[in-house]
């Protein structure tokens, strides 16, 4: 059981825009930024957004990040083939002695 | 480039441990915190814990506190993850990570990962 809640699945038309959630607690997303990271099977997490709202370098901008609360989103915009994969967010959990806490993925079909 | 390098893939008897090593280039060791995160398969990663390879400090999340050490060889720029007691819930890929920014930051550019299979 993850401590943040993702839909397990999402999907759409090449084109289409989605949106992916990440709900949390005061704890976490309340009080800290959230990453955005994408897995391919058999592959690493890449990192996608960072500090809620910031795309890494060569990420591009069809890809962004807000938070609003207790609560994250990732949305995907002029969806492409490639983007089909397991999208993770991911906080800080707690003050000086926190703990990184993960979502249980959410599967992302183009179809 | 950051490149964070893995060994290989480990199998293991319960009861056992297993010491995943992860070895840093393109970057000054030393600057940036470690992660440790374990992923089964088709479930979500799990945060293990966290080590600075300057000051040698680390933190474990509550689950794995008693049965995971991590530690950090500077003079090769290595760090390393032993997990003892190991049960069959133990068999994931298991992952180190460096943090974005030197300082506690999530964990940005990520290993290959290491497959451990617990299996009698």
């Known amino acids: 059981q993850s401590v943040l809640t993702q839909p397990p699945s999402a999907s759409g038309t090449p084109g289409q825009r989605v949106t992916i959630s990440c709900s949390g607690s005061?704890?976490?997303?309340?009080?800290?930024?959230v990453n955005w990271y994408q897995q391919f099977p058999g592959s690493a997490p890449k990192l996608l957004i960072y500090?809620?709202?910031q795309r890494p370098s060569g990420v591009p901008d069809r890809f962004s990040g807000s938070k609003s609360g207790t609560s994250a989103s990732l949305a995907i915009s002029g969806l492409q083939s490639e983007d089909e994969a397991d999208y993770y967010c991911?906080?800080?959990?707690?003050?000086?002695?926190?703990?990184?806490?993960f979502g249980g993925g959410t599967k992302l079909t183009v179809l | 480039q950051v490149q964070l390098v893995q060994s290989g893939a480990e199998v293991k008897k319960p009861g056992a441990s297993v010491k995943v090593s992860c070895k840093a280039s393109?970057?000054?060791?030393?600057?940036?915190?470690i992660d440790w995160v374990r992923q089964a398969t088709g479930q979500g990663p799990e945060w293990m814990g966290w080590?600075?390879?300057?000051?040698?400090?680390?933190g474990y999340a509550p689950k794995f506190r008693g049965r995971v050490t991590m530690t950090r060889d500077t003079s090769v720029s290595t760090a390393y993850m032993e997990l003892t007691s190991l049960t069959s819930d133990d068999t994931a890929v298991y992952f180190c990570?460096?943090?974005?920014?030197?300082?506690?930051?999530?964990?940005?550019?990520w290993g290959q990962g290491t497959l451990v299979t617990v299996s009698s």
């Open positions: 990570a460096r943090g974005l920014r030197p300082g506690r930051w999530l964990p940005g550019d």
């Open positions: 080590m600075n390879p300057h000051s040698g400090d680390r």
């Open positions: 991911a906080a800080w959990d707690g003050g000086l002695n926190g703990y990184v806490v």
């Open positions: 393109g970057y000054t060791f030393t600057s940036y915190d």
């Open positions: 500090s809620s709202n």
């Open positions: 005061g704890s976490n997303i309340g009080s800290n930024t």
